[in-house]
């Protein structure tokens, strides 16, 4: 949601697509599980997806062994050693468990939306939408953790199967949004071979290859795969899940929870929440609790457009996936990684300066 992990690489996350899929059929309602106590969805008075302000958005390998030649010495050999066992390889970690259990009428439930939304992702070739995101924190927000420390807004463009983009272009000062702060500003584009960040603080445009065993597939396997091309039998293999719809929202919308079962993405978020309309999947929200649960963000996605088609002139536009060095800034091209992950879309660490 390639596992691209950790902002060493890390972005933007998001680059997220949403799903508003033509004659999508509804998601079955009758056949929802009826809530068991040990499923029913805990409560989060802090701004979920759901709860943010209505804010209106602004217009717009590791190297193999060498055979011995024949002018290197040679260390002569220990009989006694050549009893010893052969050293055993590194068992994998194990995979993290949910905190919780859910029925086999929850888990069928879940698996038919999974198995729908699959299908609509899967009719997806372009789309495009804006967000609003909303920054929470305990730490820089000690008076009220459930005022956002920053309101920011921006774009997302994909193409299938690995072209994004994410934008971060405006942050809400007061009542008016205003083009947001260079220290602050998120620009990541993905062409499928590489990705390429936008540091406005150094002005350098730095270019990360993927390996190509990665390219091709930077997104749709990408941090989020909540986002882009979602696959039901990923999602379950890569995440503990279940439906946790609030009862005030079941006619309209399906919530989605998930828990990391693998290292790696847990220290990107500790916990998911995806809002999707129950008529045609569409990805209407998102939030996502930091690693040590004392921050998390939340996505609204508005004027998404899916298949657009660019009409007659459409040829005149300049190709958003291949990105430009701006004029006095300096090109850094990092080689693809050998033993660290790639970076992730749209995750860069994000100081919190006081609005």
């Not at 129950?278 to 929200?285: A, E, F, H």
């Amino acid at each position: 949601m390639i596992r691209l992990v950790g902002l060493t690489a890390s972005v933007g996350l998001l680059l997220l697509a949403a799903a508003a899929w033509a004659r999508a059929a509804p998601a079955p309602r009758s056949s929802a599980p009826a809530a068991q106590p040990n499923n029913r969805p805990p409560t989060y008075p802090q701004a979920g997806p759901a709860t943010a302000p209505a804010y209106r958005l602004p217009a717009g390998p590791s190297p193999q062994a060498q055979p011995v030649r024949p002018d290197q010495p040679v260390v002569p050999r220990d009989p006694r050693l050549d009893r010893l066992p052969a050293p055993r390889a590194a068992a994998p970690a194990p995979l993290a468990q949910p905190p919780f259990r859910i029925s086999p009428e929850h888990e069928a439930y879940l698996d038919r939306v999974l198995r729908a939304w699959e299908e609509r992702g899967a009719e997806v070739k372009t789309f495009e939408c804006r967000f609003a995101r909303f920054e929470y924190d305990r730490v820089f927000n000690e008076g009220d953790p459930s005022q956002p420390v920053h309101v920011d807004s921006g774009r997302i463009q994909y193409q299938a199967p690995d072209r994004g983009v994410f934008e971060v272009t405006h942050t809400l000062q007061g009542d008016e949004w205003t083009p947001i702060d260079e220290n602050r500003k998120e620009h990541w584009v993905c062409d499928g071979k590489s990705i390429y960040q936008f540091d406005y603080r150094k002005r350098q445009l730095i270019v990360r290859q993927l390996p190509a065993e990665l390219q091709g597939q930077g997104i749709s396997n990408g941090p989020l795969p909540f986002l882009f091309g979602a696959k039901a039998a990923e999602l379950k293999e890569r995440y503990g899940m279940r439906v946790v719809t609030p009862p005030q929202v079941q006619n309209t919308q399906i919530w989605l929870e998930a828990y990391p079962r693998h290292r790696a993405d847990a220290a990107e978020f500790k916990r998911a929440e995806v809002i999707l309309g129950i008529d045609d999947l569409t990805l209407q929200g998102l939030r996502l609790n930091s690693p040590n649960d004392k921050s998390w963000t939340t996505f609204k996605f508005e004027d998404v457009n899916i298949n657009e088609k660019k009409g007659p002139f459409g040829f005149l536009r300049s190709d958003p996936f291949r990105p430009q060095t701006p004029i006095g800034w300096q090109k850094i091209v990092e080689p693809p990684p050998s033993t660290s992950p790639p970076p992730q879309i749209g995750r860069q660490p994000r100081a919190h300066p006081s609005r």
